[in-house]
């Protein structure tokens, strides 16, 4: 069975330019999670869809970050304008049934902001 | 907040048993115990979960205190490839609202020949 699946797996970008990371959630699952890891701050939860619409956005970290969820099988996490401190690596992560059940990590995105 | 606390860090012989403590003391009842890894590079992975009873799959086997205020995963014959970063989490399970992830700083487990 095909995981979560994310792209790109790796971008360099300059700081000001629009990044946008893609997310193919595990087919079924209804709900969906961005994170963000660094070494500062570990793993961090950015934002939780269910059915496709945001539920819990709170760990957005300002309003350059923005995630939408069109349909049930593709997410976006956008950055813009991108900054050296976005640096870190974002998963993104699917369940079926929200926050209680068990939840599936793809193998996330190295963003590097120069 | 915090909800666990586990050991920095730990090494393991290969072929040996690894043992890896997590304290929850504030557990709620309707908490449960969640254990995922993180090997270099790659996405968390779910190992197991529990409420109040022993669990064990094919990766592992989590052992739970009767005051729930403590457990421990253990992987019965550790090999390289289980180097990695545990995690041990408590939340609420089967709810489609209620506390996130959070997976705190977790323990090193170095896996050694």
């Known amino acids: 069975d095909a995981g979560v699946i994310q792209s790109p797996r790796h971008e360099v970008t300059e700081m000001g330019q629009e990044v946008t990371l893609r997310c193919k959630p595990i087919s079924g699952h209804n709900s969906l999670f961005w994170y963000r890891q660094t070494m500062m701050r570990g793993l961090e939860l950015l934002i939780y869809f269910n059915n496709n619409v945001p539920i819990d956005d709170s760990g957005m970290p300002e309003d350059r970050f923005s995630a939408k969820m069109p349909n049930a099988s593709f997410s976006t996490l956008k950055i813009q304008p991108s900054e050296p401190r976005d640096s870190a690596v974002y998963f993104c992560?699917?369940?079926?049934?929200?926050?209680?059940?068990?939840?599936?990590f793809g193998e996330g995105s190295w963003l590097t902001v120069v | 907040d915090a909800k666990t606390t586990q050991p920095p860090s730990m090494d393991c012989a290969e072929g040996r048993a690894a043992n890896l403590p997590c304290n929850h003391s504030?557990?709620?009842?309707?908490?449960?115990v969640y254990w995922y890894r993180q090997i270099h590079s790659q996405g968390p992975q779910y190992i197991i979960h529990?409420?109040?009873n022993n669990e064990t799959n094919e990766m592992a086997s989590l052992i739970i205190t009767e005051d729930r205020k403590s457990s421990t995963l253990i992987l019965p014959h550790a090999t390289l490839r289980d180097t990695a970063v545990y995690y041990c989490i408590v939340r609420v399970a089967y709810s489609n609202t209620g506390n996130q992830f959070y997976f705190g700083t977790g323990t090193s487990l170095t896996v050694i020949p």
């Open positions: 504030t557990i709620s009842g309707n908490e449960y």
């Open positions: 992560a699917s369940s079926l049934g929200g926050y209680g059940n068990t939840i599936y």
């Open positions: 529990g409420l109040k």
